[in-house]
């Protein structure tokens, strides 16, 4: 490998763990961002007077995601207190919770790559110790029925009990009257308008959910219908969302139920025993790609080097279609992919597309590993998707640690350090695992969380059919990914 590249060093940040550090620390002497002050009293037990004594208390914290809901709004970014914690969140997304202190947390909503353009800024007020969904509803433009505005809910994700399920329902849908929801002709939320929200408790079980106009005998005509799974101990948040008619809207954003549970992002309906899965885009010379999952688009427009958020699929054998962007009729894969209950996956989408490619076009379906570790301590994965690059030894700069040892085209492995700040190694693999350096990166390895390190481009680029250089690209897996 020596004579295959220079090396390259680059700061990589960690994805939503890092900018929420970013806004946390930047909160510390801000409005709200104290708990106030707390008064001792010390004897001198020579002179016995006494002195009062005022030290800082901590405000605690609060969990915080993010929903978009508004069907005519482009991807947003979100800013809380100045600092970006979430980045190009579509339509339809729920982020996985983000902690930020209690108090009155400044919240700035702005199309994605355009911070000078404010879709919505304002104070939010949190609480210590309270789960919150902030769900972004109306539509934007001067003509909008229902103004663009968040809407604050306090998440109830208290146990329900081993055979209930909770249901919490928010109407986001702009052009639907007041909706009465229905299972089995019995009326499950009665009169939600634009805005409301309800929780209701049942037994787990399968239903098919009606969503009917209001009327006070709750037997409105269906105007659409959901097969939902609800399992025994589970907390569901229910968006009504889009448009009833699309096709008089400014906006081609057909209504739909759109499921968060719990603290897992998820999209669409709930199947009978769910998996997370998420898509990585890891092919060098591969256009943007759509993904469809059972004949359904999942993904679209995915670039080289994103990885998606997990989405929640019901357990079981789907069929997976990659597609060129916007190219349905082109497929570049198409395969059956088995997912376990209970467990998350990363899709990677690798090798090359052509009929000259040295390593084709494949998924490799990865098990992820999210159970968290100890405090102090990060688990890192590694997995080598760079098609011109040979087997390869990981070490640490400062110490010479091995991290991984021989990892081939395809391979991935584990292995668990303590929290730091590390420069890593890229190295043709050797028996000794002294091989010559061809990149090394910077990374912030963060204790109690889990990390994905895609060793992905091309070595030589300048011969091959992409102009993509290798790169160490990071997602962190718990919390919001990609």
Do not use: K, W
């Amino acid at each position: 490998m020596s004579d295959r590249s220079t090396p390259t060093r680059r700061r990589i940040l960690l994805g939503i763990g890092t900018a929420t550090t970013a806004a946390v620390a930047g909160c510390a002497g801000g409005d709200g961002g104290s708990g106030g002050t707390e008064t001792s009293t010390e004897t001198d037990t020579s002179t016995g007077m006494e002195t009062e004594t005022e030290t800082d208390t901590p405000a605690g914290t609060a969990r915080v995601r993010v929903a978009h809901l508004s069907p005519n709004a482009p991807s947003v970014d979100v800013l809380v207190d100045g600092s970006a914690v979430l980045e190009d969140v579509p339509f339809g997304a729920t982020s996985d919770y983000l902690e930020v202190p209690a108090g009155e947390r400044s919240v700035e909503i702005t199309p994605t790559g355009d911070r000078e353009t404010t879709v919505f800024s304002g104070a939010v007020p949190v609480e210590a110790d309270t789960d919150y969904t902030v769900a972004a509803t109306g539509e934007v433009g001067d003509d909008a029925d229902e103004s663009f505005q968040p809407v604050v809910l306090e998440d109830d994700n208290s146990d329900p009990g081993g055979d209930t399920a909770r249901v919490q329902l928010l109407h986001a849908a702009p052009d639907a009257p007041a909706v009465d929801v229905t299972a089995g002709g019995n009326a499950l939320f009665d009169g939600v308008a634009f805005g409301g929200s309800g929780s209701v408790e049942v037994p787990a079980g399968d239903y098919t959910l009606q969503i009917r106009g209001d009327t006070e005998s709750n037997d409105g005509d269906a105007v659409a219908s959901f097969d939902v799974a609800l399992e025994g101990g589970e907390v569901y948040r229910a968006f009504a969302a889009g448009y009833l008619t699309p096709d008089d809207e400014p906006a081609d954003t057909p209504f739909d139920l759109l499921f968060a549970r719990g603290d897992v992002a998820s999209a669409g309906g709930m199947g009978g025993g769910t998996a997370r899965a998420r898509v990585s885009h890891m092919s060098p010379n591969a256009p943007n790609v759509d993904v469809l999952v059972d004949g359904s688009a999942v993904l679209e427009d995915v670039p080289f080097g994103a990885t998606s958020g997990y989405l929640d699929l019901a357990a079981g054998s789907h069929t997976v279609r990659i597609t060129p962007a916007g190219d349905a009729e082109t497929t570049v894969f198409e395969g059956d992919v088995s997912l376990e209950a209970g467990a998350d996956y990363t899709i990677a989408a690798a090798g090359e597309v052509g009929d000259g490619a040295d390593r084709p076009f494949q998924p490799l379906v990865l098990r992820d590993d999210n159970t968290v570790p100890g405090g102090d301590t990060a688990r890192v994965r590694a997995v080598h998707v760079s098609p011109d690059a040979p087997a390869v030894d990981i070490t640490v700069d400062s110490t010479g640690d091995v991290l991984f040892d021989g990892v081939a085209f395809g391979e991935s492995g584990y292995v668990e350090v303590p929290a730091n700040d590390y420069t890593l190694q890229i190295r043709g693999d050797t028996e000794s695992n002294d091989g010559e350096v061809v990149a090394d990166f910077d990374v912030s390895l963060n204790g109690g969380q889990v990390y994905t390190a895609f060793a992905a481009g091309y070595l030589t680029p300048d011969d091959e059919p992409e102009d993509t250089a290798f790169d160490l690209l990071v997602t962190q897996d718990t919390g919001m990914s990609g």
